[in-house]
């Protein structure tokens, strides 16, 4: 049964690189000299209480890449939110090479609520056996292996956004909530995690659900992609 989508904030392709990249665009005008652009600021923030973090999809001997300053908007590869206030983890080459963590955020108030990407290459398709997509993901990550022996409840849900497949997952138990997705992209496998630890799955379920939601993967072959890229580097 399709799951209520009222929680999520999947912009479209404009959306993504027309209002809220030129919202993340700086202009000063310095005293005396001409105007300077600044670069592009990621994560850039969406004005709600909510940041929009853009990945790069590394590899394992280059990793620590999360943007900043550095003016690389042609290398993102992915998208997803993060609450005001989290603080980015340091993925380390282990993480990255043994079970592709591409890049994570977590709630300094609680080590236990994150929300974490992985990519993967070697990818045409989504697995038509949708559990099998989750249980081959956890081969390598113990934490996601127990919470799926351990969910009292998971739901999978398909959802197409501008032609391309994304499957969710809710997982519910002892842990609290993982909110997941997954979906394949020329040729590489990405997936985010939610992580809602038990004692704030009442408070922020919501919130790990708009997380997930917020997941995307960055096309630059059609046109309003093109234009807006171009629009970027102008600017």
Do not use: H
Not at 65 to 87: H, L, R, S
Not at 101 to 114: I, L, Q, V, Y
Not at 174 to 202: H, K, M, N, Q
Request: proline share 3%.
């Amino acid at each position: 049964m399709p799951s209520d989508d009222s929680s999520s904030t999947q912009p479209s392709r404009r959306q993504i690189f027309g209002t809220g990249l030129a919202a993340a665009i700086v202009v000063s005008l310095p005293s005396g000299a001409r105007a300077e652009v600044e670069t592009f600021k990621n994560p850039s923030d969406l004005g709600d209480g909510y940041l929009r973090f853009y990945g790069e999809a590394t590899t394992s001997s280059s990793y620590g890449g999360y943007g900043g300053n550095e003016n690389n908007f042609d290398k993102f590869k992915y998208y997803y939110d993060i609450p005001q206030g989290w603080t980015v983890d340091t993925v380390n080459k282990v993480e990255k090479s043994t079970n592709g963590t591409d890049s994570r955020w977590s709630n300094p108030k609680s080590s236990g609520e994150k929300v974490y990407c992985v990519t993967l290459t070697g990818y045409n398709r989504l697995k038509e056996d949708r559990q099998g997509i989750l249980s081959d993901l956890a081969l390598s990550d113990y934490n996601l292996q127990d919470a799926i022996v351990a969910a009292d409840s998971v739901e999978v849900v398909d959802r197409d956004v501008n032609g391309q497949t994304y499957v969710d997952f809710d997982l519910y138990g002892f842990f609290g909530a993982i909110f997941a997705s997954v979906t394949v992209y020329g040729g590489r496998l990405y997936a985010v995690f939610s992580v809602v630890p038990d004692a704030l799955v009442e408070k922020d379920k919501e919130q790990g659900k708009r997380l997930r939601n917020s997941f995307g993967t960055i096309s630059k072959d059609d046109e309003q992609t093109q234009y807006d890229l171009e629009f970027y580097k102008r600017s």
